[in-house]
């Protein structure tokens, strides 16, 4: 009987996991909330090292920094396969422009996912810093020693979370406008 | 009793002329000293471009570093590691190592006991080296007039107070620094 119950649950953990033309599984929708918590520890740290004056503080906060950052990849690739793999359940909103805005506004938020890693990756490379990604897994160098890629890959990093400020701000605020102010249930749609 | 003052200054002049050592100092363009301290776990380079080695065979080693002239291979690091907490090249711009105490291990091995000084604190280190003669006499019976002069050692950084006090844990930048030096050395006349 309790083996039933477990075949069950295990199925049911199955079904609902992809995603459906009306509804995202419960896969997307961890992918979804954890990266939503490590951008938004990812971004402060980012600029709190970066302020910090040389110290140990400093340079274990960039390895923090780093490790997020590759985690924040690694689900940003696992989630762009996932899409691929199951499918994205049809827009809500009827109104073709701010469809069409969500679509880029979704677009750019995976090219910045993908972009600040990889920038950030560069510049730790190009800087000659070698990375134990959370002290237990050492990150490759992508490039060799290099002042002035180092230069344009950090450049091009605090563009790139400017960007992606200005983005998740619109993300952000348009799914409180349709929670709030629409009252349809595309936030309550991505919610468990 | 002039002629017994003669005899030994002879003597002595002979005997000093045979024991007479061989001189040989670093030739810079092909010598390089290096280190590699842990960042987070990880080893990251550096090198003293300027340093010279002065060596009586068998008998003194005499190195002189600037460590002005070192390089990490990362302008910020770089920065950093001159400052009053690491190297304070300001004050201590030089560092020496002297022994004349070589004990040779064998033909080729060698261990030199001396004094280190650097960044001003002055300890007694062991600095073992091999010794290869490198270029062939033109004559049979000639000695070999360059040579390479490999080894490493490990240093403590906290014996020399480098880093400062936030820094002494050593849990990202380690405290044991692997020096190693690969030196050519050309024989010089003797006086």
């Known amino acids: 009987m309790i083996d039933l119950y477990k075949t069950a649950a295990k199925k049911e953990l199955m079904m609902t996991m992809r995603n459906t033309e ?4 419960w896969l997307s929708k961890l992918l979804h909330w954890l990266t939503a918590v490590l951008i938004l520890i990812q971004i402060p740290l980012g600029y709190y090292a970066e302020e910090l004056k040389l110290s140990p503080l400093k340079l274990d906060m960039f ?5 997020l950052g590759m985690l924040i990849l690694s689900l940003a690739i ?3 396969l996932w899409r691929i793999a199951s499918t994205v359940p049809k827009p809500l909103d009827n109104n073709p422009l701010q469809q069409r805005l969500a679509q880029l506004a979704h677009a750019l938020l995976y090219g910045l996912m993908v972009a600040l890693p990889i920038s950030g ?4 490379s190009a800087a000659n810093i070698p990375t134990k990604l959370f002290w237990l897994v050492e990150l490759p160098a992508i490039t060799g020693p290099d002042e002035a890629l180092k230069s344009m890959a950090a450049e091009v990093h605090e563009v790139c979370v400017i960007m992606l400020i200005i983005i998740l701000i619109a993300h952000i605020g348009a799914a409180l406008r349709h929670h709030f102010i629409l009252r349809d249930s595309i936030l309550k749609r991505m919610w468990f | 009793m002039k ?3 003669l005899t030994i200054y002879l003597l002595s002049a002979f005997f000093s002329q045979m024991s007479a050592a061989t001189n040989w100092q670093s030739e810079p363009a092909e010598s390089e000293l290096v280190y590699a301290v842990n960042f987070e776990q990880l080893p990251i380079n550096g090198q003293f471009k300027e340093f010279s080695v002065d060596y009586i065979a068998g008998q003194q080693l005499r190195v002189v570093v600037n460590i002005a002239s070192v390089d990490m291979g990362n302008s910020d690091i770089n920065q950093a590691i001159r400052d009053v907490d690491w190297f304070d090249i300001k004050h201590h711009s030089q560092a020496v190592f002297f022994s004349d105490n070589i004990n040779a291990i064998n033909e080729t091995d060698f261990i030199a006991e001396g004094q280190l000084q650097l960044k ?3 300890k007694p280190v062991s600095v073992p080296f091999s010794w290869q003669p490198t270029a062939q006499p033109e004559n049979p019976g000639e000695p070999a007039d360059s040579a390479s002069m490999t080894g ?3 240093l403590n950084r906290s014996d020399f107070a480098i880093g400062s006090a936030e820094w002494a844990s050593g849990d990202q930048i380690g405290i044991d620094v692997d020096v190693r030096f690969a030196v050519k050395m050309l024989k010089h006349a003797t006086e």
């Open chain 1, 63 to 67: 390895v923090w920094h780093k490790s």
């Open chain 2, 152 to 154: 490493k050692l490990i």
């Open chain 1, 78 to 80: 696992l989630r762009l």
């Open chain 2, 3 to 5: 002629y017994l003052i």
């Open chain 1, 121 to 124: 990756w560069i510049t730790t």
């Open chain 1, 22 to 25: 009306n509804h995202w599984g």
């Open chain 2, 120 to 122: 001003g604190i002055s």
